[in-house]
Nanobody, 129 residues
Framework: QLQFVESGGGLVQPGGSLRLSCVAS????????IGWFRQAPGKEREGVSC????????AYGDSVKGRFTISRDNAKNTVYLQMDSLKPEDTAIYYC????????????????WGVGVSWGQGTQVIVSS
């Protein structure tokens, strides 16, 4: 079973930055496509950014384009999400996930992806002054 531990969240002022980390355990990340997702109170989970296993294909949600950057370090079995110019609407619990097969990274980041995924605890991000 794919397991992740997300960390790096916290309280930050609007315009600030955070770097989230997600450590995978129980499997080798280099064979998987990866993604960051978030869920705000009262809202559906949404895809934030997804990357294919080779790292050459990346998708970002429209609301985070130009502000967030996904990256991976397969040697450390870790996925990162650099979040800059944070806004109050970025407040959510952030989760990561991986899949051995996807059609496209855009499809992985679309609403509704992740049925049957065993989500971790996530890491809380609060953007507020």
């Amino acid at each position: 079973q794919l397991q992740f531990v997300e960390s790096g969240g916290g309280l930050v002022q609007p315009g600030g930055s955070l770097r989230l980390s997600c450590v995978a355990s129980g499997f080798s990340l280099d064979g998987y496509h990866i993604g960051w997702f978030r869920q705000a109170p009262g809202k559906e989970r949404e895809g934030v950014s997804c990357m294919n296993r080779g790292g050459e294909s990346i998708a970002y949600g429209d609301s985070v384009k130009g502000r967030f950057t996904i990256s991976r370090d397969n040697a450390k079995n870790t996925v990162y999400l650099q979040m800059d110019s944070l806004k109050p609407e970025d407040t959510a619990i952030y989760y990561c996930a991986a899949a051995p097969r996807i059609t496209t990274v855009q499809a992985m980041c679309r609403p509704g992806w992740g049925v049957g995924v065993s989500w971790g605890q996530g890491t809380q991000v609060i953007v507020s002054s």
